[in-house]
Structure formats: structure tokens, C-alpha cells
């Protein structure tokens, strides 16, 4: 059974960047995801991205300040978050699900078949 594995989470000030990774195994081509969800509030979308990387798709509230990527050869995603506000506090997940079609990058969480225990990311000053 394939599973994720998030890390990178912390404390960090208004204005600052921490960079979030998500360790898979498994051999599938997958498209992966990231979502949030805060204390009393439903999961969001955050990014996600295909399988080759040409297509990426980002929550407006996060557009030009949080960038994701991979590394296919490591089985690793990536999340940079830059210029973190403090409604950006939340609990942070990676989710993927097998692709055929390579430049599939789903935006709702249901279609996601596998999912992170979480990371959790708290900015405040």
C-alpha cells in the first residue's frame, strides 16, 4: 500500500517562507495535491500538479506566493510557501492519486485515493 509522508511544518513569522515536502512510495504515476484545513474549517484546495509537471493549479488565496513542485526521481513533492500570512495557519496535507493521463492535476479532494498524515503550519508573530 502506497503512503505519503509530509514534513517541512513549523513556526514562522508574518512575511516569511517555509518550504513543505511530501516523501511517496509506490511506483505509480500519480498526480499529487496539497490541501489545508484550519481549526473549524472545512478542508481547502491549496495546489496541485500532474504527473510531468506541465500543468499546475493553485487556490486564488495562494496564487504568486506558494509554488509547487516535484521530483519524480526522488518520489517527492514539494510545496514553497513565500510571504505567509496568518490566515495561512493551518494543517497542511499532500494527497495523490494514479494517473493515466499525465497532465491531470485535480483540484477536489475526493478524487484523491491516497493522503498524508499532515503537517502543521502556524504563522504568527
Known amino acids: 500500500q502506497a503512503h505519503l509522508e509530509e514534513s517541512g511544518g513549523g513556526l514562522v513569522q508574518p512575511g516569511g517562507s517555509l518550504k513543505l515536502s511530501c516523501a511517496a512510495s509506490g511506483s505509480d504515476k500519480y498526480a499529487m495535491g496539497w490541501f489545508r484545513q484550519a481549526p473549524g474549517r472545512e478542508r481547502e484546495f491549496v495546489a496541485s500538479?500532474?504527473?510531468?509537471?506541465?500543468?499546475?493549479n493553485y487556490a486564488d488565496s495562494v496564487k504568486g506566493r506558494f509554488t509547487i513542485s516535484r521530483d519524480n526521481a526522488k518520489n517527492t513533492g514539494y510545496l514553497q510557501l513565500n510571504s505567509l500570512k496568518p490566515e495561512d495557519t493551518a494543517a497542511y496535507y499532500c494527497?495523490?492519486?494514479?494517473?493515466?493521463?499525465?497532465?491531470?492535476?485535480?483540484?477536489?479532494?475526493?478524487?484523491?485515493?491516497?493522503w498524508g498524515r499532515g503537517t502543521q503550519v502556524t504563522v504568527s508573530s
Open positions: 500538479i500532474s504527473w510531468n509537471s506541465d500543468v499546475t
Open positions: 494527497a495523490a492519486v494514479s494517473v493515466v493521463f499525465e497532465s491531470w492535476a485535480p483540484k477536489t479532494g475526493s478524487v484523491y485515493e491516497i
